[in-house]
């Protein structure tokens, strides 16, 4: 028996997900319409690239009116001049499915002939491409179209295989694309996959926080809650159920199982906290707290007139990753972050111990490139065990990866 929330999660797996369908001229492009609503219906965003081909099978607007996106098919809106970027589309896809695709644009895929939106886009992908053929039995056997297939294969492709059956040109064989439910179980398989903390719950502290002076001043710091927004988006993407708790920040989530909270002050972010981090499988703080706050707060804007000097009175903020930690029960994994100016190594040591963490990353900001505001990183991750891993100047996301890999190993 599946847990409730697992059975839920498995249920929206494709809530949220980016997916580009690309359709081609041939006769099962009626079919994509089913694929298209399914996709839809299920919560996915899904971009149309149609060939010019394929708009003889299937016209953009049922597709654009199902998709709510208009359909993309030149490599300019004619009439604006507007240019369709196949590489922004690469990036902002999680998934490319290419249903039917016909022996032609096969043949340019495997050869690299970007002479439509469609191939231009595929060679610009970065993400996972499927792809459904779709031909008469003929075409489907000819060495060209073999050979093309094993190529793209060889290229990471994955192979929907056609069914045999009825074909439209009457002939029984097999190139009947594969049926539109059936693509859309892949699709799910694909996402589900890529799930390896499904059912799991994560608790994350991110940004800076503000402590007020009074209604229109603040201490705070530069940290732009970009790493634990990554981790958030990454621990969502693999099928996690986060709390992000942050303080004032730009930033938006896209993924929507994210659950934001927002705070601003060091004891508002403890206190909106302590619920989900009591309940999470994994807990990993990434705020940077400010260590003192002023002792009282001005009601009204404080005056410089006839103020020479002035001296701040601090108390110390609660630390949240401290306080939190230790109270963590069995089998919670809680991770911390040490950003060091120097004797790097030994702080973060200190700080796994005595915060209770199982888990250091640490940054160090004489690294270029590293901890605050950047969009990169370069960490090292230290264990409770002893062990370290050090890791490359990478995107933030990609460091997302990298810590929870570690986490899950
Ligand atoms: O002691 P230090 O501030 O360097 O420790 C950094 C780690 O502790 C980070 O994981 C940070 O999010 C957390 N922390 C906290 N509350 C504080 C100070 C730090 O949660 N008041």
Request: hydrophobic share 45%; with cysteine; net charge negative.
């Amino acid at each position: 028996m599946q847990k409730p929330e697992i059975k839920a999660a498995v249920e929206s797996i494709l809530k949220g997900k980016h997916i580009v369908l690309g359709i081609t001229g041939g006769i099962a492009a009626y079919k994509s319409v089913t694929l298209l609503r399914l996709l839809v219906k299920a919560g996915a965003e899904v971009q149309v690239v149609i060939t010019p081909a394929g708009k003889e099978f299937i016209t953009p607007v049922t597709l654009s009116s199902l998709s709510g996106k208009p359909v993309v098919s030149e490599f300019f809106t004619a009439n604006t001049g507007e240019w369709h970027s196949h590489v922004d589309l690469g990036l902002w896809a999680d998934l490319m499915v290419i249903a039917p695709a016909t022996a032609s644009t096969i043949g340019k895929m495997a050869n690299g002939i970007a002479d439509n939106m469609l191939v231009t886009t595929y060679l610009s992908a970065k993400e996972h491409v499927m792809i459904a053929p779709a031909m008469d039995l003929d075409m489907m056997a000819h060495p060209s179209t073999v050979r093309n297939l094993a190529t793209l294969e060889s290229y990471g492709v994955e192979i929907i295989e056609p069914a045999a059956g009825e074909l439209a040109s009457h002939l029984m064989g097999k190139g009947r694309m594969e049926e539109p439910e059936n693509i859309f179980s892949r699709i799910e398989r694909f996402f589900m996959k890529q799930c390896d903390m499904l059912g799991k719950k994560v608790a994350i502290t991110a940004g800076p926080t503000y402590e007020k002076l009074d209604p229109v001043r603040f201490i705070g710091n530069y940290s732009s809650g970009k790493m634990g927004f990554a981790l958030a988006e990454e621990c969502a993407a693999r099928g996690a159920e986060v709390t992000l708790v942050c303080g004032p920040v730009s930033l938006q989530t896209a993924n929507p199982n994210i659950h934001r909270i927002d705070v601003e002050s060091a004891e508002e972010m403890l206190e909106a906290s302590r619920e989900p981090f009591a309940n999470a499988d994994m807990g990993i703080f990434a705020a940077a707290v400010a260590d003192y706050r002023p002792e009282s707060r001005a009601e009204s804007k404080l005056k410089r007139e006839g103020v020479e000097e002035m001296s701040l009175r601090l108390v110390k903020n609660p630390d949240i990753a401290a306080t939190l930690a230790s109270v963590k029960r069995e089998g919670q994994l809680f991770v911390g972050f040490a950003l060091e100016t120097d004797n790097a190594h030994a702080n973060a040591l200190g700080k796994l111990r005595k915060k209770n963490l199982d888990m250091v990353v640490l940054n160090s900001l004489q690294d270029k490139g590293a901890g605050f505001g950047t969009d990169t990183n370069k960490v090292t991750i230290l264990r409770k065990d002893g062990t370290e891993r050090s890791f490359p100047l990478k995107s933030k996301r990609e460091v997302a990866a990298d810590i929870i890999a570690e986490i899950l190993s």
